[in-house]
């Protein structure tokens, strides 16, 4: 199964580039960079991977992120990622980061993205696999601190294809970001957003009515509502997936208990996606290879939601 795994051809739609940074090169670019970390070791930092829901994540990823300084930094984590993940069958990502994470602690939007813009051109000479960016935006921050970052972002327009919603769900609905995602889609970016992780179905019927995303990243207690999942069927949205995250962030018990199967077996297009590799144990191939062996999934299925990654992207 692994190697019919790894030999498939994937797309990777939900990965967090600032989630792929390994705890060694969390270390390496500490020293380089002159700052201390709060951990003595890559041992004692891999022990504080336990998670019991999405916030004590972020709490210790925005953290980790402190280590980002300068534009190699962010090309090197990013081609550690586009190495990995080919090596697993990676042929084309869609990459998320947070710029507010990086331009809050007064690295530039610019150092951000010529780092990333030189990873995606290395991963395309020299391992055959393309890119794309997608800037998303912090719901736990405010509308107008998005709009002044959109601002930063359309000097360089052309290095994304979308913007999306991330960090904490709960209490920060899609609707607080009707109007900067109004913006960005006047200037024809796509869109799409995290919802229906740990927050409500109604989340996601905002994500769709009020942001008008293209996929819903995650969704998975869309599940909840059955009016909600007949639309995601009959309009083929598609739902990106991640099922080692999910279990790593409580939001279901182990892998067994995930919904994928049910979602596909509804006619849902869903697609498997590691979100944060380095700190939720596994990259795009260990994601497929852990869900089809939990949810007994067959050849043919596997080969779906494949070729619905492919579909699913903006290429
Ligand atoms: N959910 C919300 N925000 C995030 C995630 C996630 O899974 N990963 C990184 N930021
Ligand atoms: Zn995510």
């Known amino acids: 199964m692994r190697e019919f795994i790894e030999s498939l ?52 990823y925005y953290e980790g992120a402190g280590v980002l300084q300068k534009r190699e930094d962010f090309a090197d984590m990013a081609m550690a990622y586009f190495r990995k993940a080919s090596s697993q069958g990676l042929k084309h990502a869609e990459i998320f980061f947070d710029p507010q994470t990086h331009t809050s602690r007064g690295i530039k939007y610019e150092t951000v993205v010529r780092g990333l813009r030189e990873a995606q051109e290395r991963a395309k000479s020299e391992l055959g696999v393309t890119s794309a960016l997608i800037l998303c935006f912090l719901r736990h921050l405010s509308e107008d601190e998005a709009m002044l970052t959109l601002d930063e972002a359309l000097p360089f327009r052309d290095a994304i294809v979308a913007v999306g919603l991330d960090s904490s769900e709960r209490g920060h609905p899609p609707s607080k970001f009707a109007r900067v995602f109004e913006r960005a889609r006047a200037e024809g970016l796509l869109a799409v957003a995290h919802a229906g992780e740990e927050g409500p179905p109604e989340y996601i019927w905002e994500a769709l009515d009020i942001l008008k995303v293209r996929r819903i990243d995650h969704g998975v207690r869309c599940i909840e509502d059955p009016r909600l999942v007949q639309r995601l069927v009959d309009e083929q949205i598609p739902l990106t997936v991640c099922p080692l995250s999910n279990v790593k962030l409580r939001v279901f018990d182990t892998l067994r208990d995930h919904n994928l199967k049910r979602l596909l077996d509804l006619g849902v297009k869903v697609t498997i996606n590691s979100d944060d590799p380095a700190y939720f144990g596994g990259y795009i191939g260990e994601n497929y290879v852990a869900t089809a062996d939990a949810l007994a999934l067959t050849q043919a299925e596997i080969e779906t939601i494949a070729k619905n990654s492919f579909d699913a992207s903006f290429v």
């Open 9 to 60: 051809p994937k797309a990777e739609l939900h990965l967090h580039i600032e989630g792929t940074l390994e705890p060694g090169l969390m270390f390496e670019l500490a020293s380089r960079n002159g700052i201390a970390l709060r951990y003595p070791s890559v041992e004692a930092l891999r022990a504080a991977y336990q998670f019991s829901d999405l916030q004590s994540f972020l709490d210790i």
